[in-house]
């Protein structure tokens, strides 16, 4: 792997939905090494419908997905290619599917050829580094929504990807598990891409913004300042500007 | 809501491994249900209250359990003593219970609930997963423990998707009555439950594809059972024999 | 509709577990991993309609729909009715260990009967999708209850009256299993026929 | 009803999660008649759970919902409340159930003692006003999540409610049905209370602003100019900031 090589590249990619004729998406260019990126845009732009694509879970009309420099193709490629990116859903109760944490955390490892005792190992230590100790025998769906998607990220980083694409994970959270989740973030690794709707949040974990506008994936302008003036109250408050 | 009340706690029965659990309350469960005289299944049903006791469940929760078991022998109370025939009878008034009939209700009534003891000491104390787990591990269709485990997991999820829909229903004006109105509404509100599982389904297997699924779901090792679980097996085993053993006794004395 | 545990005989047991043995064994072979998630989830959903109470009369009724879980799932809906059944034994201790067998094949069985007979029927006119549901939902339930009634008659012949009471008694329920089982279907077939695969 | 008898009234009340100790709202204090009241504060402070409780979903550990001067006691009070406030959820998702558009609308004027034809034409109307016409046989399932919200809000209009309380309703719209829910809410002639992130869409659509501060339901001042200024980029996309 040449040093230029991006982890992930896509070139010329275009989507339509099934059925439509209009494009969500259209030649969009990227990629990606090691930053860390955050991705933002309207509701309905198409920003987790990348993600699918990437994941090879939705096919691109037209353009490709390259991994370390190879064009993905069939179900095999993008099969390789999921044991080195980690996708978080938005929803959490889609993405734990076991009955207890430790269940969940070990089915990535366990199915990437890790032995039982293995996959345990691994799983109680990503764990502990997600400061989930003790958690391992506790039943999945009476966990709160922030336990679930730490659990549901530490299901992921036990397959020790090399990216991470994490669609809204601040969303549902309340204040102390958003700050722990930055903390976390902060401290791994891993590239990552973050779909989010909070500025604050991408501020506090990425170094570059990308935004989805008139169907192109475009990098925004870097600390471009910007400043809202509104009357009124209790600005304080955390909230959200409508387009 | 659906909950697992008595699964909680330290007693004894709940350290125990669950593949003996499993095994103890296969055993004891079949010897009380075949039985058919009176000194085993009271006797059995004294045993597994003993056992009851021992887990320490909340009593509460339990008398509401009985309630809901006993409903069957409830109906059978109510038809067998008019129905079975047999010569023997009793008259009450205008009826002729028959002596059979009530002997067989009472009899069914102690077997009953001394199963239902057994398998709330043995298996209530136990979470669904680590008897999913249990039985895998004495040998179950891998298939069908998953089935077991996947379903168990998204059951509560189901169960609050049906309640949101039909809070939704409440909050406009809707109550149940035997009309027409009421089956479509519960109609539209499980047939929506239903499309929401099956999108749900397809969301969940694509979380499995993407982390390395292939078709072979690989189980986590568990540790192995004791020596106490071993002891534990075989008190349950020594009860069930006792009991079988006074059942053939019983039998060949008749 | 359970019986619980400690009223049938031995053979009467036996055979109830030998039969739900094979049908759920057929009901796996036939199941592929990439439909256990969806299997899981009506299994789930089959258990979340058991505890919906309808009024009937003055009284009111839990769902069945064992009829409607054939349609869907075919023979797929054995193993989901029997880990549906077994869920309940743990969470509410409804039926028994033992008493499992018979219990899944007197559900299990007329579903998938039903489901095999009336799916080819919701290809047809919205109409015929109505009578099809309706008797799959109704004959399941009609079905169940007749072997439920067999196997107390098997067990002690004592037991005959009693078991044509339960039939009767059971009539009114079966006629809103067909009901609902009917609303269901044209709710799918309206919402989202994939389910029934209508689509393919 | 005297003039000065508000149309919904909380005195004191309040409000524990079951199993934890800590007060979510403590002793809250709030009349509304006519007027349209904006609602913001964190994640997790107890937006959603006040409007539970008004609607008797919930019930307060202390204090009492009085509707037109009357208390509300038991289930058959707040059965005749839930007839004149309308409570539109957070997720849409979680409010329509029925096959089709119209069925779903005519549904609550059913349950009121409509008859068939009566609930069609209102239904009618109601879709009209809110310019969905056309809509009536459209499968409810498959529209698009800004029209769901929209025929879930006329769910709810056509019951006629005095009051309505609204759940984030401009959550995941785009932008022009964000526009054209704003210009709906401001010709309806109902009273509400709006929960919403979104200060821009709460200043167009209420004439007060709320907040939950310390477990009270406190009154913003009015007309406070507040600036946010913050380093990032695209502060023209719609954002959030944390708390
Ligand atoms: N299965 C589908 N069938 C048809 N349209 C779909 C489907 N899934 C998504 N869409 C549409 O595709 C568009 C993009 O959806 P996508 O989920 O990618 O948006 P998003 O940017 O992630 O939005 P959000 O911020 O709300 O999550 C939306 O307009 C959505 O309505
Ligand atoms: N069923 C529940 N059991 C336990 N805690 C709950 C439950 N429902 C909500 N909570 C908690 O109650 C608090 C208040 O929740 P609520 O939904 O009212 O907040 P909110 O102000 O509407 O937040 P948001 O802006 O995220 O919608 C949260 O901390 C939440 O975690
Ligand atoms: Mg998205
Ligand atoms: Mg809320």
Same mark, same amino acid.
């Given at each position: 792997m040449t040093s230029d090589q991006p982890l992930l590249e896509l070139r010329n990619l275009s989507y339509s939905l099934p059925g439509k004729n209009s494009r969500l998406l259209d030649t969009v260019n990227f990629r990606i090494s090691n930053e860390r990126i955050g991705l933002i845009g309207p509701n309905g732009c198409g920003k987790t419908t990348l993600f699918q694509i990437i994941m090879g879970l939705l096919k691109a009309s037209e353009g490709e997905v390259l991994l370390e420099g190879k064009t993905m193709t069939g179900e095999k490629d993008f099969r390789m290619l999921r044991s080195k990116l980690g996708f978080l859903f938005q929803d959490s109760d889609d993405q734990l599917f076991s009955p207890t944490v430790l269940e969940d955390v070990a089915f990535g490892p366990l199915n990437h050829g890790a032995t039982p005792d293995e996959a345990r190992t691994l799983s109680i230590r990503t764990l502990e580094q997600l400061g989930l100790n003790g958690f391992e025998d506790r039943i999945t769906h009476r966990l709160s929504g922030g336990e679930k998607k730490l659990v549901a990220l530490a299901t992921i980083l036990s397959m020790r990807p090399k990216l991470l694409l994490l669609d809204e994970p601040s969303n549902n959270l309340d204040p102390a598990t958003r700050e722990r989740l930055i903390n976390i973030l902060r401290g791994l690794d891993q590239a990552h891409i973050i779909i989010s709707h909070d500025l604050d949040f991408l501020a506090s974990t990425c170094t570059r913004l990308y935004t989805i506008q008139d169907r192109q994936l475009i990098r925004c302008k870097q600390k471009q300042v910007h400043s809202h003036e509104h009357i009124h109250p209790y600005g304080d408050q955390p909230h959200q500007h409508g387009t | 809501m659906i909950d697992e009340p008595f699964a909680s706690g330290s007693t004894l029965f709940h350290k125990r491994d669950t593949r003996v659990k499993l095994v103890g309350a296969a055993a004891i469960s079949l010897v009380l249900a075949l039985c058919s005289s009176f000194l085993v299944a009271v006797t059995g049903c004294i045993i597994t209250a003993m056992m009851l006791i021992l887990s320490k469940p909340d009593l509460k929760l339990v008398s509401k359990r009985i309630i809901g078991v006993n409903i069957f022998t409830f109906f059978i109370w109510l038809t067998l003593p008019l129905t079975y025939g047999g010569s023997e009878t009793l008259t009450f008034s205008m009826f002729n219970l028959s002596m059979d009939g009530i002997r067989l209700a009472a009899l069914i009534t102690v077997k009953t609930n001394g199963i239902f003891f057994c398998i709330l000491a043995l298996l209530a104390t136990s979470t669904t997963a680590s008897l999913g787990h249990g039985l895998e591990k004495l040998g179950f269709p891998k298939k069908l423990c998953f089935l077991l485990l996947f379903s168990y997991r998204q059951l509560f999820v189901i169960n609050q998707e049906y309640h949101r829909l039909l809070r939704a229903a409440k909050l406009r004006g809707f109550s149940p009555a035997n009309t027409m109105h009421t089956y479509r509404t519960y109609s539209h509100l499980f047939g929506m439950t239903l499309v929401k599982s099956w999108n749900r389904a397809e969301r969940v297997h694509q979380a499995m594809l993407l982390r390395g699924f292939n078709g072979r779901l690989i189980p986590l090792n568990q540790s192995p059972p004791g020596k106490a679980d071993y002891f534990f097996l075989i008190i349950m085993l020594l009860i069930s024999l006792f009991l079988a053993g006074l059942s053939l006794f019983c039998y060949n004395s008749l | 509709m359970h019986i619980s545990e400690g009223i049938l005989s031995a053979p009467v047991l036996a055979g109830g577990a030998v039969l739900t043995t094979l049908g759920t064994a057929v009901g796996l072979k036939k199941l592929d991993y990439d439909r256990i998630m969806t299997v899981s989830l009506f299994s789930a959903a089959f258990f979340v309609a058991s505890l919906i109470h309808v009024p009937v009369g003055p009284g009111s009724v839990h769902l069945l729909l064992g009829g409607l879980l054939g349609i869907i799932l075919g023979w797929g809906a054995f193993p989901a009715i029997v880990v549906a059944l077994a869920l309940q034994t743990i969470f509410f201790?409804? *039926? *028994?260990m033992i008493v499992l067998g018979v219990n899944g094949f007197t559900i299990a069985g007329p579903a998938v009967l039903c489901g095999l007979i009336f799916r080819p029927w919701l290809k047809g006119s919205r109409k015929q999708q109505m009578i099809a549901g309706f008797l799959a939902g109704f004959f399941a339930m009609f079905l169940s209850a007749l072997l439920i009634g067999a196997a107390l008659y098997l067990s002690d012949r004592g037991f005959l009256r009693a078991a044509g009471l339960l039939l009767v008694s059971h009539l009114p329920v079966m006629i809103i299993e067909g009901l609902i089982t009917m609303f269901v279907v044209t709710f799918l077939a309206k919402v989202q026929p994939e389910i029934l695969s209508l689509n393919n």
């Amino acid at each position: 792997m040449t040093s230029d090589q991006p982890l992930l590249e896509l070139r010329n990619l275009s989507y339509s939905l099934p059925g439509k004729n209009s494009r969500l998406l259209d030649t969009v260019n990227f990629r990606i090494s090691n930053e860390r990126i955050g991705l933002i845009g309207p509701n309905g732009c198409g920003k987790t419908t990348l993600f699918q694509i990437i994941m090879g879970l939705l096919k691109a009309s037209e353009g490709e997905v390259l991994l370390e420099g190879k064009t993905m193709t069939g179900e095999k490629d993008f099969r390789m290619l999921r044991s080195k990116l980690g996708f978080l859903f938005q929803d959490s109760d889609d993405q734990l599917f076991s009955p207890t944490v430790l269940e969940d955390v070990a089915f990535g490892p366990l199915n990437h050829g890790a032995t039982p005792d293995e996959a345990r190992t691994l799983s109680i230590r990503t764990l502990e580094q997600l400061g989930l100790n003790g958690f391992e025998d506790r039943i999945t769906h009476r966990l709160s929504g922030g336990e679930k998607k730490l659990v549901a990220l530490a299901t992921i980083l036990s397959m020790r990807p090399k990216l991470l694409l994490l669609d809204e994970p601040s969303n549902n959270l309340d204040p102390a598990t958003r700050e722990r989740l930055i903390n976390i973030l902060r401290g791994l690794d891993q590239a990552h891409i973050i779909i989010s709707h909070d500025l604050d949040f991408l501020a506090s974990t990425c170094t570059r913004l990308y935004t989805i506008q008139d169907r192109q994936l475009i990098r925004c302008k870097q600390k471009q300042v910007h400043s809202h003036e509104h009357i009124h109250p209790y600005g304080d408050q955390p909230h959200q500007h409508g387009t | 809501m659906i909950d697992e009340p008595f699964a909680s706690g330290s007693t004894l029965f709940h350290k125990r491994d669950t593949r003996v659990k499993l095994v103890g309350a296969a055993a004891i469960s079949l010897v009380l249900a075949l039985c058919s005289s009176f000194l085993v299944a009271v006797t059995g049903c004294i045993i597994t209250a003993m056992m009851l006791i021992l887990s320490k469940p909340d009593l509460k929760l339990v008398s509401k359990r009985i309630i809901g078991v006993n409903i069957f022998t409830f109906f059978i109370w109510l038809t067998l003593p008019l129905t079975y025939g047999g010569s023997e009878t009793l008259t009450f008034s205008m009826f002729n219970l028959s002596m059979d009939g009530i002997r067989l209700a009472a009899l069914i009534t102690v077997k009953t609930n001394g199963i239902f003891f057994c398998i709330l000491a043995l298996l209530a104390t136990s979470t669904t997963a680590s008897l999913g787990h249990g039985l895998e591990k004495l040998g179950f269709p891998k298939k069908l423990c998953f089935l077991l485990l996947f379903s168990y997991r998204q059951l509560f999820v189901i169960n609050q998707e049906y309640h949101r829909l039909l809070r939704a229903a409440k909050l406009r004006g809707f109550s149940p009555a035997n009309t027409m109105h009421t089956y479509r509404t519960y109609s539209h509100l499980f047939g929506m439950t239903l499309v929401k599982s099956w999108n749900r389904a397809e969301r969940v297997h694509q979380a499995m594809l993407l982390r390395g699924f292939n078709g072979r779901l690989i189980p986590l090792n568990q540790s192995p059972p004791g020596k106490a679980d071993y002891f534990f097996l075989i008190i349950m085993l020594l009860i069930s024999l006792f009991l079988a053993g006074l059942s053939l006794f019983c039998y060949n004395s008749l | 509709m359970h019986i619980s545990e400690g009223i049938l005989s031995a053979p009467v047991l036996a055979g109830g577990a030998v039969l739900t043995t094979l049908g759920t064994a057929v009901g796996l072979k036939k199941l592929d991993y990439d439909r256990i998630m969806t299997v899981s989830l009506f299994s789930a959903a089959f258990f979340v309609a058991s505890l919906i109470h309808v009024p009937v009369g003055p009284g009111s009724v839990h769902l069945l729909l064992g009829g409607l879980l054939g349609i869907i799932l075919g023979w797929g809906a054995f193993p989901a009715i029997v880990v549906a059944l077994a869920l309940q034994t743990i969470f509410f201790q409804y *039926g *028994g260990m033992i008493v499992l067998g018979v219990n899944g094949f007197t559900i299990a069985g007329p579903a998938v009967l039903c489901g095999l007979i009336f799916r080819p029927w919701l290809k047809g006119s919205r109409k015929q999708q109505m009578i099809a549901g309706f008797l799959a939902g109704f004959f399941a339930m009609f079905l169940s209850a007749l072997l439920i009634g067999a196997a107390l008659y098997l067990s002690d012949r004592g037991f005959l009256r009693a078991a044509g009471l339960l039939l009767v008694s059971h009539l009114p329920v079966m006629i809103i299993e067909g009901l609902i089982t009917m609303f269901v279907v044209t709710f799918l077939a309206k919402v989202q026929p994939e389910i029934l695969s209508l689509n393919n």
